[in-house]
């Protein structure tokens, strides 16, 4: 099931995101430092049009997705994880579907994220669901040269 952020899920989210992006690409410390800190912005804020969502599975977190004001008309997606035992499952549409339509329901024109090239995976989602690829720039973020994107997509 997907249910709303509970301040007990904030490490979950921060050391899944860790966990995972460190063995299966070889990000640093310095990512889950950057996810510790989306996360406490989020909570910090406590704004209305902002939310986080968890995917939950016979009582345990198996995921995340998260939804931050950009501007007064632009939301911008992130924290998205599945767990790799549940990929395949649909927990990946039903996280992004949860996320447009609270983005839809709170009044934003117009949806962003920002991943990476080598996120093959992720990008496939992105791309069923209308977002499409806007703008690219090579990074060197958790020791890594990676290929960032920005992809958006019109609500």
């Not at 986080?52 to 977190?61: A, C, S, Y």
């Not at 992720?122 to 090579?138: C, D, G, P, S």
Request: some cysteine; charged content about 30%.
């Amino acid at each position: 099931m997907i249910r709303a952020f509970e301040l007990e899920d904030k490490d979950y989210i921060i050391n899944s995101h860790y966990q995972l992006y460190n063995r299966e690409f070889q990000y640093d410390l310095s990512f889950k430092a950057f996810i510790a800190e989306r996360v406490e912005e989020i909570v910090t804020r406590s704004n209305l049009k902002e939310q986080i969502w968890i995917v939950e599975v016979d009582g345990k977190q198996k995921g995340s997705i998260c939804m931050m004001k950009k501007d007064e008309e632009t939301a911008q997606l992130g924290l998205f994880l599945v767990e790799p035992t549940l990929r395949g499952a649909g927990y990946g549409q039903q996280l992004i579907e949860v996320a447009i339509n609270f983005s839809k329901k709170v009044g934003f024109k117009r949806m962003i994220l920002w991943t990476n090239s080598e996120l093959t995976s992720a990008r496939k989602l992105y791309e069923r669901n209308r977002f499409t690829l806007k703008t690219t720039q090579i990074q060197t973020l958790s020791n890594k040269e990676l290929i960032e994107e920005m992809w958006e997509l019109t609500l």
